[in-house]
């Protein structure tokens, strides 16, 4: 599965990383970093990370 | 699987109602009524980025989830009746829909100032149409702007016009902070100190009697554009737009006659139920639940994590029912969340601070830099709120796992 972030949307929220903590994470300096090319078995965590996004900036393709 | 499900109110949480249903396997017909003329878009935007001119307004829709490919849209349509005892909805347009399952997500629309004066150059913010409204007021050259109102929305927009470069900026209330009531009077002061660092003026403790107008227009029946707000010991405020961000009303007419009770939203069960009937439930910002996590007592809780949790829930449990499954749902039990982002800095929070503010504790930071705030009740534990910038707001979010663990509070 991939995963986008339009990082122009991205405002370092963080909930994603709750939702989803092996896909996102917030390196040091508290910016957004993500695994693009996701596991499939992960699928229900980056849907509930994407919904949790508040600027919905995380898309699924395919 | 036949049947129908009626979504009522097609934004955050109906949207969400929708795709919950698919997800919890419902495969009959799903209607959506909403009565705005667009596809749900996110609302906080509106008095943030959408305001400052920092996002379109396409960047606002959400992308529905590819399983809700096949709801059926009834958009710039308005539910005006239900009878649940019938299983019906009557539209604007004069149809009625029968349904099997109904989800309530009328939401909120904001409270107005009944005080008297013209209604030209009031706004509220709540749809697209509003945040564009205000837009086009903020950025004439040269306007002085009144907010009544110091709660989130209110001071977002406060923070928002100074970003715009608007040169006056008042915020009232009769309150005495801004924020208080939910967050209490340390991170009032320190969030009026910011505002007032950063030029928004505030007039505290002082309530609004009414507007003044235009001369030769008439001084009352909405006639004529706004020129300035009275204040209650009757000081006159010069204004040429004025923003009322004085809370919400919840969107519950349509329900009326059913003998629900709709005192404040519509009340729910610990399964998001309503009135007894396992075959309406509602979602969202409208839906008055208890949160078996706190005391139980049910609440509205208008946050933007709301709509999603209480869909995920509320879906189950009508699914559930619809199919006839056996399924004993645990109570619905969210860890509410919420951000503000005012000026360059975040508000977060998780948990309810509100019934903790009794026992504030400064948990790291202090209250004129980065700072994480605890709010306790019987000693426990109960919302952390940050405020400062992004390192301050993920430090809130340590303690995110201990506000999960914790047993739940009893009245
Ligand atoms: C300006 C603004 C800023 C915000 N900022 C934040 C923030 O920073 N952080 C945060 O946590 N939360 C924020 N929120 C709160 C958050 O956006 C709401 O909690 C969320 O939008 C609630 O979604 P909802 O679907 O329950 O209700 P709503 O979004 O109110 O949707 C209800 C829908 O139903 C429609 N409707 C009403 N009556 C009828 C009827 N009879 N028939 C058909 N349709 C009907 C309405 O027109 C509306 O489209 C903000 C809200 C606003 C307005
Ligand atoms: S939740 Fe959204 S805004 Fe926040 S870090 Fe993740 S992608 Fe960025």
Same mark, same amino acid.
């Given at each position: 599965?991939?995963v986008v972030?339009?990082m122009?949307?991205?405002?370092?929220?963080?909930?994603?990383?709750?939702?989803?903590?092996?896909?996102?994470?917030?390196d040091?300096?508290?910016?957004?970093?993500?695994v693009?090319?996701?596991?499939?078995t992960?699928?229900d965590?980056?849907?509930?990370?994407?919904?949790v996004?508040?600027l919905?900036?995380?898309?699924?393709?395919? | 699987?036949?049947?129908r499900?009626?979504?009522?109110?097609?934004?955050?949480?109906g949207?969400?109602?929708?795709?919950?249903l698919?997800?919890?396997?419902?495969?009959?017909a799903?209607?959506m009524v909403?009565d705005?003329?667009h596809?749900?878009?996110?609302?906080?935007?509106?008095?943030?980025e959408?305001l400052?001119?920092? %996002?379109?307004?396409?960047?606002?829709?959400f992308t529905?989830?590819?399983?809700a490919a096949?709801?059926?849209?009834?958009?710039?349509?308005r539910?005006?009746?239900?009878?649940?005892?019938?299983?019906t909805?009557?539209?604007?347009?004069?149809?009625t829909?029968?349904?099997?399952?109904?989800?309530?997500?009328?939401?909120?629309?904001?409270?107005?100032?009944?005080?008297?004066?013209?209604l030209?150059?009031?706004?509220?913010?709540?749809?697209?149409?509003?945040?564009q409204?205000?837009?086009?007021?903020?950025t004439r050259p040269g306007v002085?702007?009144?907010?009544?109102g110091?709660?989130?929305?209110?001071?977002?927009?406060a923070?928002?016009?100074v970003?715009?470069?608007?040169?006056?900026?008042?915020?009232?209330d009769?309150?005495?902070?801004p924020?208080?009531?939910?967050?209490?009077?340390?991170l009032?002061r320190?969030?009026?100190k910011?505002?007032?660092e950063?030029r928004?003026?505030?007039?505290l403790g002082?309530?609004?009697?009414?507007?003044?107008?235009?001369p030769?227009?008439?001084p009352?029946?909405?006639?004529?554009?706004?020129?300035?707000?009275?204040?209650?010991d009757?000081t006159?405020?010069?204004?040429?737009?004025?923003?009322?961000?004085v809370?919400s +009303?919840?969107?519950v007419e349509?329900?009326?006659?059913?003998?629900?009770?709709?005192?404040d939203?519509?009340?729910?069960?610990?399964q998001?139920?309503?009135?007894?009937?396992p075959?309406?439930v509602a +979602?969202?910002?409208v839906?008055?639940?208890?949160?078996?996590?706190?005391?139980?007592?049910?609440?509205r809780?208008?946050?933007?994590?709301?709509p999603?949790?209480t869909?995920?829930?509320?879906?189950?449990a009508?699914v559930?029912?619809?199919?006839?499954?056996? %399924?004993?749902l %645990?109570?619905?039990?969210?860890l509410p969340?919420?951000?503000s982002?005012?000026?360059?800095?975040?508000?977060?929070s998780?948990?309810?601070?509100?019934?903790?503010k009794?026992?504030?504790?400064?948990?790291?930071g202090?209250l004129?830099?980065?700072?994480?705030v605890?709010?306790?009740?019987?000693g426990?534990?109960?919302?952390v709120?940050?405020?400062?910038?992004?390192?301050?707001?993920m430090?809130?979010?340590r303690?995110?796992?201990?506000?999960?663990?914790?047993?739940a509070?009893?009245a």
């Open positions: 599965m991939k972030v339009d122009n949307k991205c405002q370092d929220h963080g909930q994603c990383v709750f939702a989803a903590p092996d896909v996102f994470s917030m040091d300096e508290g910016h957004l970093v993500y693009s090319d996701a596991d499939d992960l699928r965590e980056v849907e509930e990370a994407a919904d996004c508040p919905q900036a995380i898309r699924i393709e395919a | 699987m036949t049947g499900i009626v979504v009522a109110g097609a934004s955050m949480g949207l969400r109602a929708a795709e919950q698919r997800a919890a396997g419902w495969s009959g799903i209607t909403g705005e003329p596809m749900p878009y996110n609302r906080p935007p509106l008095s943030k959408v400052a001119g920092k %996002a379109p307004f396409e960047s606002l829709a529905p989830k590819a399983a096949d709801v059926e849209w009834r958009l710039g349509t539910a005006v009746a239900a009878r649940l005892a019938e299983r909805v009557t539209l604007d347009d004069g149809s829909l029968p349904y099997d399952g109904l989800v309530i997500a009328t939401g909120m629309r904001p409270r107005r100032l009944g005080c008297p004066g013209p030209t150059g009031r706004h509220t913010v709540r749809t697209l149409a509003d945040a409204g205000l837009r086009d007021a903020l002085r702007v009144v907010v009544v110091a709660g989130f929305i209110g001071c977002e927009v923070a928002t016009a970003g715009l470069g608007v040169r006056e900026v008042t915020v009232v009769p309150l005495p902070l924020m208080v009531g939910p967050l209490g009077e340390q009032g320190a969030l009026l910011r505002h007032e950063r928004v003026r505030f007039v002082t309530g609004v009697a009414g507007f003044e107008g235009d030769g227009a008439p009352s029946g909405g006639g004529g554009r706004v020129t300035g707000v009275v204040l209650s009757g006159v405020l010069p204004a040429d737009v004025v923003v009322e961000s809370g +009303v919840a969107n349509w329900l009326e006659g059913n003998g629900l009770d709709l005192s939203g519509v009340l729910t069960d610990g998001l139920r309503v009135g007894g009937r075959e309406v +979602v969202g910002d839906a008055r639940f208890p949160n078996a996590r706190y005391d139980g007592v049910p609440r809780v208008e946050h933007w994590s709301i999603t949790d869909a995920k829930h509320a879906a189950k009508l559930a029912h619809l199919t006839g499954a056996q %399924a004993e %645990a109570p619905f039990a969210p969340t919420f951000w982002d005012q000026h360059e800095f975040r508000l977060q998780f948990g309810a601070p509100v019934l903790g009794d026992d504030v504790r400064i948990l790291d202090d004129d830099g980065d700072v994480l605890g709010y306790h009740a019987g426990l534990l109960v919302g709120v940050a405020l400062g910038g992004q390192a301050a707001a430090g809130a979010a303690y995110r796992a201990q506000l999960l663990k914790q047993p509070l009893t």
